[in-house]
């Protein structure tokens, strides 16, 4: 019998959908240059375009007039922050930095760099939800204040943040709002006019499109610097030649995205109430880390004292489950997860994390076979470990 396959890692990328994939197939063939004046690069030009006005349906922008094709959420991110730091270095008297202890590590290193550089960044408290402390927020604002970027949803345990209500705090202040919405994007309804925020990132692979394809929304008037430059590309603000298999894959996955929304988040939160349910009832001591209800209805972590969460991983891969510690990204390191410590996590309990991070090919079979392997491994592993699990 060959070993079952339960792949639970959707937040560290996802498959093509299958029509993503035939709409891919079919774009293979449009090989113009998408900047070219002949009728194939017009053609070619038109495709794209059709792609950003889906990918600006999606994020609830008023028309793709902001939006900008780049290679993923961390070019986006990026950007964002080096336009910043242009900003901040003309203007010294407001380039405070505001954003939070627990971002995906291409916000917290990019917010490094410009600290590097001498301008002030404050990494904001969570609670032991994973909700950033708005006191906090409150008190750091001032006319100082150049940025505040905050994820929308946070990638290793699926809190959602409350974007509308930290944004109107920074507009009060005269910042510039920045959310990474990469995570919330497909998942849960976003939307950068009702957020009232000037920049948005999000990527293409975790909403079931290709890898290497992102974008990032800016206010129609919002400042925004090249970080790649060269050609006019993008209206200057991201050169190179498009993306034209990526951009066409990536307009139909979100295009699909938005229309399946409203189904989709129920039926992914429904799968992660059984899973929950299932593991807490029979695995003793078991930390449900994240926001109880401002979740992404896909991700579950969960914290297992007693046992260590490279050799969980290990062991549930053994039985065909494909699962995270923490994030994709940090995986590999010895560093317990910054996103569980900034919660107060100590660090036993952040080295015993699971993330299950559900997906359009869960079911409820796979759930229930997560729930039929798990509680003897944990038994193992906490049997061998000298630690106490309470
Ligand atoms: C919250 C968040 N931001 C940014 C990224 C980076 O996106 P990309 O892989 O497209 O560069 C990720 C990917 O893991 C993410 O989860």
């Avoid at 270095?89 to 939070?100: E, G, L, Q």
């Amino acid at each position: 019998m060959s070993k079952p396959f339960v792949y639970m890692d959707y937040n560290a990328t996802t498959p093509l959908r299958p029509e993503v994939r035939n709409r891919m197939v079919e774009a293979l063939d449009v090989y113009a240059n998408a900047s070219s004046l002949h009728e194939s690069g017009r053609r070619a030009r038109a495709e794209i375009e059709e792609a950003r006005a889906s990918v600006a349906a999606l994020i609830g922008a008023r028309d793709a007039s902001g939006l900008y094709f780049t290679s993923g959420g961390s070019e986006s991110n990026n950007t964002v922050f080096m336009t910043m730091y242009q900003l901040g270095r003309k203007n010294p008297s407001r380039r405070k930095i505001i954003t939070s202890a627990i971002e995906h590590p291409c916000v917290m290193n990019a917010a490094a760099y410009l600290a590097e550089e001498g301008f002030p960044v404050v990494y904001l408290p969570v609670d032991s939800f994973a909700r950033i402390d708005l006191d906090a927020l409150k008190k750091e604002l001032g006319p100082d204040t150049l940025l505040v970027s905050i994820m929308a949803a946070n990638n290793e345990i699926g809190t959602i943040e409350d974007i509308r209500t930290i944004a109107a705090m920074a507009k009060k202040a005269g910042a510039f709002v920045h959310s990474d919405a990469t995570q919330a994007v497909g998942k849960v309804p976003v939307s950068v006019q009702e957020w009232g925020i000037d920049y948005l990132t999000l990527s293409c692979h975790k909403i079931y499109g290709p890898k290497g394809v992102g974008a990032l929304f800016v206010r129609p008037g919002a400042p925004i610097q090249p970080l790649i430059r060269g050609g006019h590309q993008e209206n200057g603000v991201r050169a190179g030649t498009y993306n034209n298999l990526g951009i066409i894959g990536f307009g139909k996955a979100a295009e699909l995205a938005l229309s399946d929304l409203p189904e989709f988040g129920p039926r992914l939160a429904a799968l992660r109430k059984r899973l929950m349910d299932g593991l807490v009832s029979r695995i003793p001591h078991v930390k449900i880390n994240g926001h109880p209800e401002e979740v992404l209805p896909n991700t579950l972590n969960l914290s297992f004292p007693g046992a260590e969460g490279e050799s969980i991983l290990l062991s549930l891969d053994l039985e065909g489950i494909q699962v995270s510690t923490g994030s994709a990204c940090a995986s590999g390191s010895l560093e317990p997860s910054h996103v569980l410590l900034a919660t107060g996590l100590g660090p036993e309990l952040a080295h015993g994390s699971i993330r299950f991070s559900l997906g359009r090919n869960s079911s409820e079979e796979e759930v229930d076979y997560v729930i039929e392997k798990l509680p003897p491994i944990i038994q193992r592993l906490r049997r061998m470990s000298t630690v106490n699990p309470r």
